[in-house]
């Protein structure tokens, strides 16, 4: 079964590669696309039986092993995202096949030489992320998210969707930096990417520097997955899409986010003290998104802030720091993907019939295609979470699992999520009586499409038309409908899975407990050093200007109200989650600081040379050592800083990091005699000498001064 492992990857890449070689032939290029995700869906699905029978599968790509090869592990969260993403993607394909025959046949041209292929390579970077064992790794499965995800967004190249593309563009670069420079940090501080011996190895570090790792990654994938307050951009960008690209869009890139905060918070921080921001952003995330959602006319706009909203349940279950909070959050992640998804099929069905996605322009839809009602009836339903369906089922788990808990925090969250369920279904109800229920004569200047035709060309010749339904568009929406029911009638088997899934995270029943106790105790017990909050904002004010700087450019304004709005919530952030003061050894000189920037610009430069001249000469067999360098500071701050910037120039790669000694094990390329090897090391120490110039106290400096002369000497 381990060969199966790659597959989900490997399958649609290729046959992106060849649906493109076929440009000219879009039937072939739908067959094949139809075809490799029909097989990775079983694929998944053998998966998930091997998996919960037998245990998580790991495949060590190239037969390297860690922390140097590329990991790939299928458990049973990633089968269960695998192969529910696959069965997502599928439908939607055959949505959209549907759609573009229909606009075919009416004379209307679309990019299908692209589309296909970059549907593929989406589905490959989904398939990806989940199956990661490295960050590195998921990483990788993200930039593929985003190229590919930009592409389908600006399908034919309206001022709009162009508009909505570029800040989808923007924010998720964002995104992707802040994530890769905490994967650099995170390199530089154990000498590994893999998920697995990171697990082991964060767990050594300073308890300022996990805490500035953990608010780092959380904020990069805050971002993916649409939480408040940085899901600002969603309800902008989704709406502007074709109805199936926004359908896969709010089925699954969000929830890929989500996918990568449950491994962050139970594996790499399974004992976090972040637990208490979560449930806050949880809280807001779920009563934000439910009022921008009761205030939108467009049934598209509705739809992504209620998205947005019910990830706030996700991270809720998480957020608890319990087995069963987690188990709770998985199954309510795989029925949000579903039910989500089929909403805004139904949407695209409402908008081809009625012509609009705007709840005043709509009426009659019941009388004129019953089966839209049915199909959009039900989701909705669903995911207001009325029983016997799934949506109640997983928001009851939600609440079961926050019951345990039991924490005055937790019960207003419990509080707020079955409000927020009541209130869901407020919106989805109002576009029933609007769209369905209310007739066209109610309408003011209701106007068919015809009628419009005749506004824009009231000379034009006569013409006879009537708005169809493509069977292929009803049968994937229907699929989908079904598939949401079936989430409902084998809701026990698959919560058992979720549960098993959760354990399996989590850890055993008695690390179950201890979380459970701590959870319990936290808010009672914990005691913390009694400063004034103005001392406390000085020490923090390098991470306020970092936060109002990145405030300002996600809004891409810099009024002096967005200023003001970005220090309040800088300091609202710096209050909520309780950060470590970032006082830099309490000394900071700017000119050395610019002298250690221009000499690490030098050394990439030069290492970058080094690197292509070795790729380049013919023949040569290039040398290179092992070099272990003590250093003279004994700050892992300055170590951590030293292994980044040494892992970041070409031709040094960091093999591991012993915090105990203050040493560093570097491959080096073109090293092999005495002077290279003492270079190496001198270059090293003068790294680190420009660091604590920069950033270290005087003490600390003059007594590594002095260490360097007693080595040199």
Known sequence: ????????????????????????????????????????????????????????????????????????????????????????????LVFAVGQGLADEEAGERSPVSIYYPTYLVLGAGVFNAFIAGDLFNLYVGFEILLVSSYVLLTLGGTEQRIRAGTT????????????????????????????????????????EVQTLLHVMLLVAFGIKAAVFPLAFWLPDSYPTAPAPVTAVFAGLLTKVGVYAIIRTETILFPTSELNEALLIVALLTMVFGILGAIAQADIKRMLSFTLVSHIGYMIFGVALGTAAGVAAAVFYAIHHIVVQTTLFLAAGLIERK?????????????????????????????????????????????????????????????????????????????????????????????????????HDDPYGSPMVGSRTLPKLMQGATGAMVILGLALTIFAGPLYDVAVRAGADLQGSAGNEQVHLERARRRPMNRETPVRGMGKELVQQMPLLAVLVILWLFLWGSFTPIDILAGIAVAILVTRVFELPPVSLSGRFNPWWLLVFLVDFAVHVVAGS?????????????????????????????????????????????????????STLFLHVLGTDTDEELDKAHRDVHETEIRILRALGSRDELDRSLERRKEWLA
């Open 354 to 454: 009625g012509g609009s996605n705007s709840l005043n322009d709509l009426a009659g839809l019941l009388k004129a295609s019953p089966v839209i009602g049915i199909l959009f009836f039900i989701p909705a339903l669903n995911l207001g979470g009325i029983p016997p369906f799934s949506g109640f089922i997983g928001k009851l788990g939600l609440l079961e699992a926050a019951a345990a808990v039991a924490t005055p925090l937790v019960y207003i969250v419990m509080a707020a999520a079955v409000a927020v369920s009541l209130l869901t279904l407020y919106p989805l109800m109002r576009v029933w009586s609007l769209a369905f229920w209310r007739a066209p004569s109610e309408v003011a200047e209701y106007d068919t499409y015809l009628i419009e035709s005749l």
């Open 609 to 661: 040379v080094q690197v292509a001249v070795t790729a380049f000469r013919i023949g040569f067999v290039p040398r290179s050592s092992v070099v272990e360098v003590h250093l003279i500071s004994q700050s892992d701050f300055v170590l951590t800083l030293v292994a980044i910037t040494q892992s970041l120039v070409p031709g040094t790669l960091i093999l591991e990091v012993d915090r105990s000694k």
């Open 1 to 92: 079964m381990i060969s199966l492992v790659p597959l989900p990857v490997l399958l649609p890449l290729i046959a992106a590669a060849t649906a493109l070689l076929f440009y000219r032939r879009p039937r072939l290029q739908r067959s094949l696309t139809v075809a490799v995700l029909a097989i990775v869906f079983v694929i998944g699905i053998v998966l998930l039986v091997t998996v919960d029978a037998d245990g998580p599968l790991v495949m060590m790509v190239g037969g390297w092993p860690a922390p140097f090869g590329i990991a790939l592990v299928v458990d049973r969260l990633a089968a269960l995202m695998v192969s529910v993403s696959a069965a997502v993607l599928l439908a939607v």
């Open 168 to 207: 989808y563009i923007v924010v998720s670069l964002l995104s992707s930096l802040l994530f890769l420079g905490a994967v650099a940090m995170i390199y530089g501080a154990t000498g590994t990417v893999n998920i697995a011996q990171l697990s082991e190895r964060i767990a050594g570090l300073q308890p």
